[in-house]
Structures are given as structure tokens and as C-alpha cells.
């Protein structure tokens, strides 16, 4: 139900919500101007006129009140007030959503910057910007090649640098410049001293990260528990204590990682069509249901399902999409779950199956294989239920030895993301050019 109208003054490029879900931000890059409406006031708006270059990309401070800005020279980075007529100016980044970050309480901006040294060499830095006043508190060179992201570590302890997937590392600096974690030494000195009690999972540290010759490409961060993941290039995954300062494991979905509760499991799809014509009967002059009609045009022979089985070592031999570019292989979703407990991540090069690692428990919990390609995964912010969208038009929901799904009623073209609600009821599905609110 449509409850009010917002009008820009042309077409709209990009759309973000503040933090308080108060103000709406709206990019129109043919006038190059930021437009706000305020949800509470539906007669106040403002606009503000980019007038040195095109506007690249946007991003709301934490205060609600200021807004990032960056033009396509990438000069420097403008910061715009909502409530006077104050402008800002930052130094230049390259982008906004991954080379800066705010603390979790939002009083501090940590910015990576790039400058030219001596004979022409390139050095990375970070700048820490305080947000009362936006002026540089502190900055501090890096031991990175060219740095890729930056993210603070749970209760904003340690910044986490990523640096280039060419290159295999990331770094734990303070706030104080103090290089504190390595992944090469953490690595280096858990394959000499580590016991590991789970075979499987000893035969991916020993051999399959051995040969790792790419870099890391996503960083995820837990919000309850002092611990984050790396994401690497080539099916790797590092799980690391931000406390202890230390590498708590090191997956590959490319190696015998064993399950320890449930799998992925194949059927042919007649025996899946018989069993639910049995279950569910039907008069001929009856159309097919949904389900029917799902099942029998599905590729492939077989129609997989969720069960619950002995353990059993993921699938090695997935069908693996033709790689057309970089952003099609490597570990580039991840999610830990609202408690910390699981971690839910995806390989690019096999997108129809899913990982689910146990933290407590330090073991692969479940790989599940689906019949399409997933679309995208998240968790219940309420309770440990993972949401899967495939691109079937297929909702699913997971939850520790239960699988369970539905058709999505009305197709969505270009299916693209799902977002919970924050009360862990409502389930919003976003497509190209149309969404659907579902209530569970």
C-alpha cells in the first residue's frame, strides 16, 4: 500500500535510507544534485548543487545529519550539512562504501588514502577523522600494496585493512598506527604449531592454502562476538579472533570439508513428482500446481533437497559457471548470524551451493546444493534462520536440521537481494523493476 508520494526533480539514480530510517537521500545525476525528504515532515525537503564534476557516490553519516559525497575526480571527498549551509571537505578517496569507515558509535571516520612518494612510488595510508568537527585526528602509513577496504573490528578496537586480491593480505592496525596482526605470519604460524583434530579440515590447511596464489576479496565482521572473516579469491575462508589476535581457521570449499548433519541430496525429479502427486491428489480436469510445474521445469535430471543424513563430504564436483571475469570465483558473501553462531558463505565459481560453518562447534555444519543458482542469503536478525532467494523464484528458510520453502507468488523480474525487517517478521525480496514484502 502506497501511504505518500516523493518527487524529484528528475529521474532518480540512487536511493538510501538515513540510519534512523527518518530521511530518504536521492541521487539525480542529470541535474548532479543530492536531493532529502523527510518521511516525519513531508513538506520540508533540501537539494544540494555538485558543481565540481559528477557525482560518483553517496553515503549518510551516522549523526543522521551529514552527507558523504564524491565526484568522479575523486579530489576530495565533500560533506554536506542537512541542517546549515557548511561545507566540508575531506581528503580524496576512491570509494565511499569501501575505502572509508565509521566507528559503531559513529564519532570516528577512517578514511584510505593514496599518495604519490618519492620516485613515483604509490603509499597507502589511513586518516582518522573526527566527526564533530570533520578535521584529521591522526594518520598513519600501511604495509599494504594497494589497500582494497577498510572496516573496524568488533568494539572498534583494531581497522581491519584488506589489501588488493592480487596480492594475499590483510592487516589489524590500532588506532594509533601499530601494525598488530598479519595474515602471512598468522598463517605461516598456525600451519607449524596447530593441531587440528578434524581430518578434513587438516587436509585443507596443509595442501589446498598452501597453493593459494590469490588474494582476499570480502571482510565480514561479527556484531556480538570478536571475530571476522576473510573471504579469499580462490574458495578460501579465514575465520580470526579479534582479541586474541589470532587465526582460528582456514577453509576451502575446494577440498573433502566433511558435514556433520546435513547435505545437499539428489533425487530424480519423476520419483519428487510422483511423491507429491500421491501426497497431494488432483482431478484431471485440475490444472498442474505451482509445485508441479516447478519440479518438472527445472534443469537437469535431478531435483535436490534438503535431508537430514550421516556426515559426508561436500560435493567436489558442482558445475561450475564459465568464468568470465575476476568477480566470478572467489568467496564474496559472507553472513554470520545475529548470535555469532554460524557463518553462512557462498563461492562465486559453484553459485548453487551454500556453506554453513558451526562456531561453537568448529565444524562445517552443512553444505546444501540447490537446484538454481542463489540469488542471495541472509540471516534473521531475531533468531539463527537463514533466508535463501535462488533464481527459480524459490524462498527458502534454514534453520539447524530443517529446511523449508516456498514459490514466490508473483514472479519477480531480475531478482537482486532480500532485506529482514528489523522485528525478524517481514522479508522484503527486491527485483528490477519490482518488489514483494512477505510476512512469516
Known sequence: MVEFNLFCSDRVDYAEWSPNSLLLLCVVKRNNTIEVFSIADLSWNCAFQNEDGSILSVRWAMDNVHILSLNDLGLQTVVWSIRDTRVYLLPGIRDLHNACAFSSDGKWLALLQRKSVASHKQQDSVCLILTTNWTCAHSFDISTVQASSIHWSYRDTYLIIRDHPLYPHYFLYSLDGTLCFSSLDARSTTHASKDVSNDAIKDTSNDA??????????????????????????????????????????????????????????????????????????????????????????????????????????????????????????????????????????????????????????????????????????????????????????????????????????????????NWNASGKELLLIGLDSYQLCTL
Open 209 to 418: 592454502i598452501k597453493d593459494t596464489s590469490l588474494g582476499f576479496c570480502s571482510v565480514c565482521v561479527a556484531s556480538s562476538l570478536p571475530l571476522f572473516c576473510v573471504g579469499g579469491c580462490e574458495g578460501l575462508l579465514q575465520v580470526v579472533d579479534s582479541d586474541r589476535l589470532l587465526l582460528l581457521r582456514e577453509l576451502c570449499v575446494f577440498s573433502s570439508m566433511g558435514a556433520q548433519n546435513t547435505a545437499g541430496h539428489g533425487r530424480p525429479k519423476q520419483e519428487v513428482l510422483e511423491r507429491w502427486r500421491r501426497e497431494h491428489p488432483r482431478k484431471k480436469e485440475e490444472p498442474p500446481s505451482a509445485v508441479e510445474k516447478t519440479i518438472m521445469g527445472c534443469p537437469g535430471a535431478f531435483f535436490f533437497e534438503m535431508e537430514t543424513c550421516a556426515p559426508t563430504a561436500a560435493a567436489t564436483t558442482a558445475v561450475m559457471n564459465r568464468l568470465g571475469s575476476v568477480k566470478d570465483i572467489g568467496v564474496h558473501q559472507i553472513a554470520f548470524s545475529h548470535d555469532g553462531r554460524f557463518i553462512a558463505w557462498k563461492e562465486n565459481a559453484r553459485p548453487s551451493m551454500l556453506w554453513v560453518w558451526d562456531v561453537k562447534r568448529d565444524c562445517l555444519l552443512t553444505n546444501v546444493v540447490f537446484v538454481s543458482p542463489v540469488v542471495a542469503f541472509q540471516w534473521s536478525p531475531i533468531e539463527c534462520r537463514l533466508a535463501i532467494l535462488t533464481s527459480n523464484q524459490t524462498l527458502y528458510f534454514w534453520k539447524q536440521g530443517e529446511l523449508v520453502w516456498s514459490l514466490l507468488p508473483n514472479r519477480i523480474d531480475g531478482l537482486r537481494s532480500l
